[in-house]
């Protein structure tokens, strides 16, 4: 069997699957504005956790929480469930489906057989929304938000990315679904401003010495990439280098670390709210992920040098202060704004 | 970022579903969403990963040679599984794997333990016992 699902590709997996969910049960809302509604925008650079035993840096809030605060905001009732055994997982999964409802996944992407090789790594939080199965060959039938159309993936490959072991989040076959949705849409207006308001808190609020969230993060990144430099192997300061910049642009972030993304909702806000003030913040965070993708460029030219072009670890640390400055003053202006 | 800058870099999403998504401003100076192959930049700081894993690869072949080092250690390296996570997999306790992975104890195995390393590892237990291309 098969849902009738209209899917689209995402540039966020997790933030996909929600509006493809949301679509489907007839509520229309775009993928920006879910991730600003749900204030997803972050910065953390985290030397406690490791990913390959590197620090890991994320420029989004946790994996996970953006389906429960979007879904709370607009009044949609939902469940979500995890199983110890592999058996009740995907009898329920069978369940759900026979009754017509996609149900959202949260999966490894190691095993997942249509990623490109180099782009898997052992991480556990990428989401996958389940719409159909085919009984004949045992395959189910996802939506992959950053796949351009439906994929098919064995039973046995879906048990193995439902069970992914390891890495910072255990999984144990997470799923989640919608119940039941309001009759309209609330008014987004209100919920746009108090959104915005707690991202701000998120960006700004921690006194200086909580140093590794918020903007103070980047700061701290900052003075990082100056101490891998001095106290590193110049491979092992580069293979970090890397790291930040994987996590900058690949995992899905619809470019710079999801500060597009932020500014096409401040955009759509602003229509929203008839804040006039929101379109000039949109331009600046616009600005501010240029930045970011300067770093970018300018750190894959120190570990991987061309003819003509001599970036030290010095300039990279001078371009992260820049953004420093530059988002603190944005979040401090756009929580002034709403 | 504008429409017309946003990166076409064909590497190595080529002959896969996968896409990325990008945000960039149009000529009116709003956002869209634009399908993008992939950038450059990005590619070289896969590439460099890729290259460590493949390096530490070779140099436990090498070991393999030498008559130290056991498959198993080539496959998880090549996994990019670590011991911790190896052991997750498999439920095999981590000091054992540490011993597993010299050849001394590897060539011991019976079939059943290496049957648990194969399916974590996803390959036969013929590829986990013979020699490594």
Redesign the interface.
């Known amino acids: 069997m098969e849902i009738k699902f209209e899917h689209k590709p995402a540039a966020h997996c997790e933030n996909g699957v929600i509006v493809n969910m949301l679509r489907h049960y007839g509520l229309d809302i775009s993928e920006p504005m879910v991730f600003g509604l749900s204030y997803g925008l972050f910065f953390s650079h985290m030397p406690f956790l490791k990913l390959s035993g590197m620090a890991i840096t994320t420029f989004r809030t946790f994996p996970g929480v953006l389906f429960s605060r979007i879904t709370k905001m607009l009044g949609v009732k939902t469940g979500r469930r995890r199983y110890l055994s592999h058996k009740r997982a995907m009898a329920a999964l069978d369940r759900h489906l026979t009754e017509g409802r996609p149900v959202g996944c949260v999966v490894g992407m190691y095993y997942l057989p249509y990623m490109p090789l180099e782009y898997r790594f052992h991480f556990n939080g990428h989401n996958i929304c389940v719409i159909g199965k085919n009984e004949q060959d045992e395959t189910y039938l996802i939506s992959d938000p950053n796949a351009l159309e439906k994929v098919s993936i064995s039973k046995t490959d879906l048990i193995k990315v439902r069970y992914a072991k390891g890495g910072s989040y255990p999984i144990v076959g997470q799923s989640y679904w919608i119940k039941e949705v309001p009759q309209k849409m609330p008014d987004l207006a209100p919920l746009i401003r108090k959104s915005i308001k707690k991202n701000c808190w998120f960006m700004t609020s921690q006194p200086r010495w909580i140093k590794y969230f918020g903007v103070n993060g980047i700061k701290y990144l900052s003075e990082s990439v100056l101490k891998w430099e001095k106290t590193m192997t110049p491979r092992r300061a580069a293979l970090n280098l890397a790291q930040v910049v994987r996590m900058l642009e690949e995992i899905g972030t619809g470019g710079a670390g999801f500060r597009y993304m932020y500014g096409a909702f401040l955009q759509e806000a602003a229509k929203i709210t008839g804040i006039e003030q929101l379109n000039s913040l949109a331009n600046e965070i616009t600005e501010i992920g240029d930045l970011w993708r300067d770093f970018a460029y300018k750190a894959s030219r120190v570990f991987k040098k061309r003819q003509g072009e001599n970036y030290t670890y010095q300039d990279l640390s001078d371009v992260l202060n820049v953004i420093y400055i530059r988002e603190r003053n944005f979040f401090t202006q756009l929580n002034n704004a709403v | ?1 504008r429409v017309e800058d ?1 990166p076409q870099d064909l590497k ?2 080529d002959g ?10 149009d000529s009116d ?3 869209t ?1 634009v ?2 192959d992939g ?4 590619a ?7 290259d ?1 894993i493949r390096e530490k690869c070779d140099e436990i072949k090498q070991r393999i040679e030498a008559g130290t080092a056991s498959n198993l250690e080539y496959y998880a390296a090549k ?3 670590d011991i ?2 190896l052991s ?2 498999t439920g095999i306790p981590k000091w054992k794997i540490r011993r597993h992975f010299k050849q001394k104890f590897f060539s011991r195995l019976d079939s059943g333990t290496l049957a648990k390393y194969a399916d974590a590892l ?1 390959i036969t237990v013929d590829t986990l016992t013979s020699k490594p291309e």
Do not use: C, F, P, Q
């Open positions: 970022m946003v190595y999403t896969y579903i996968v896409r990325d998504i990008a945000y960039a401003v100076g709003h956002y969403s399908v993008s950038w450059n930049v990005k070289e700081a896969l590439d460099l990963t890729m460590e996994n990019i599984m911790s996570l997750k997999y996803r």
